[in-house]
Structures are given as C-alpha cells and as structure tokens.
C-alpha cells in the first residue's frame, strides 16, 4: 500500500469502535523540537562520551558529571518546545484515542504538549532525586548551578531523576508500560530505533497480546519487519499531523 492508503488504514484503526490505543515514543519524535538522539548521525554520543551518565562514573565523579549535565540537558535542550507531533499526541489522547502515553524520552514535551497520561519509561529533567534521603526536588537553575548540586534538605549529592547506565527501570513506569501494552488493542510507535532494552520489549508485549502497530519512522526500525502492521515512513511532525486530521474526518 502506498502513504495514503496506509493513513486511511491507520485512521480506520484508531476509530475502530471500542479499540483501546496508546501511543509509544523514542528520540524520534523530539527531533524536530532541536532534541538530537542519542545513536546515529548526529546523535548526542558522537559528540560526548557518555561515561558522564553512568551511574558509577557519576559518583566518583560528580562535578565532572554535572558540568557535562547542565551542558547537555539543561543549556542545549532548555529552550526546547513541544512539535506539531507531540501536539498530535496529545489531541488523540484528548479525544480517547489514546489511554497511556509510553515515552522513552526524559524531556517532559509531551506534557508540555498536554498529554495528561505519559509514562517516563526513563525518568525525568524536570525533577531531581537526593541520592542520601531520596527526596524529589522541581528542576531550577538554583539548584543545577553548583559545581557540585545537593539536597536542600539533608545536604546530599543530587542527580537528575533520569535514568543513568547501569541504574535499573523505575518500578512505576516499567509495570504501568506493560500492563498499558497488554490491554491494548493498537499501539502507534513513534521515532525510535526498537533496539534499546527493556524498553523496546513494550511494543512487542502489546503485540503479543493481539495488538495492531503502526509505526511512524524516518527509516525502518527493529520493529518494522517483525511486529509492524501499518508502516507510516515520513518525518513525525507530518505524519502525525496528517494522521490526525484523517482521524478527525473520520468523526
């Protein structure tokens, strides 16, 4: 099938009556927002090593890391706004199209974007974690500025409350992403490569219980000859947005 009958086949699948969707997205999607990834041409690890995120590393080192953090995270990707494809997103979550949003992303534009329901498969910029008492602090320059950031409260090393190289999936968003997956009947994976663990094991889950995917890619991904139902080959703010206007004909 060519572009436009897979459009209208997608469309046709999200307002299929009754049928429960989420929506699942990578480095992908926030290219167009000036987020570059973090693997291929261009990623963010051609240009760093990315040592500074490894939880060890971090430790033994924490002003060295945090120099690396503020630079990367916090100055590079500060003034960051949310595309026409996470607007879409979160339009469809809107009009119950979607249940969860499963994002691989720590940028937080999908909420910036009005999606209610995401689930941070990898944590958060927009918090801090106190490595001593475990308190969670919002994100401000006053506290990222120190060469050294710590907890206000007990005076301990602070961390961005992402998830670093070999520190484990967060509890909450490991179990709710597969039990979304599970109970799903489609899935729309959107910008990613398919090939991060455990992450990309979700879209595999929903298909094992009987979900339809549509994936949205600039290129084909590990999930396109495996699991893909419905390939949509195109830049994600486009398709998207055109996805969305044939979902909103189909009212």
């Not at 009958?5 to 997205?25: D, H, P, V």
């Not at 969670?136 to 005076?155: A, D």
């Not at 979700?202 to 139902?229: C, F, M």
């Amino acid at each position: 099938m060519d572009f436009s009958e897979n459009i209208a086949s997608a469309a046709a699948l999200i307002r299929a009556k009754g049928a429960r969707g989420m929506a699942f997205t990578g480095a992908g999607i926030s290219v167009e927002s000036g987020i570059p990834p973090f693997r291929g041409p261009g990623g963010l690890w051609h240009k760093y090593d990315p040592e500074f995120i490894e939880l060890n590393y971090f430790y033994a080192h924490p002003e060295r890391s945090w120099a690396q953090i503020r630079e990367v995270f916090y100055d590079n990707w500060g003034g960051a706004v949310p595309n026409g494809a996470h607007k879409a997103v979160a339009q469809l979550e809107q009009e119950g199209c979607f249940h969860t949003v499963v994002t691989q992303n720590i940028d937080c534009l999908h909420q910036r974007a009005g999606s209610k329901h995401v689930l941070e498969f990898h944590g958060t910029l927009d918090k801090l974690l106190c490595t001593e008492c475990g308190r969670r602090f919002g994100t401000t320059r006053k506290l990222i500025e120190p060469e050294r950031p710590s907890c206000p409260e007990c005076g301990g090393l602070l961390k961005p409350d992402f998830v670093f190289f070999s520190e484990g999936i967060p509890d909450d968003a490991f179990e709710g992403s597969f039990a979304a997956a599970s109970g799903c009947d489609y899935v729309i994976v959107i910008g990613t490569t398919g090939e991060v663990m455990p992450a990309c094991e979700v879209p595999r889950e929903a298909k094992r219980h009987g979900a339809k995917i549509i994936e949205v890619n600039l290129q084909e991904s590990a999930y396109t000859n495996s699991v893909t139902d419905i390939f949509l080959r195109g830049r994600a703010v486009e398709v998207m947005e055109t996805l969305l206007r044939k979902v909103q004909a189909c009212d």
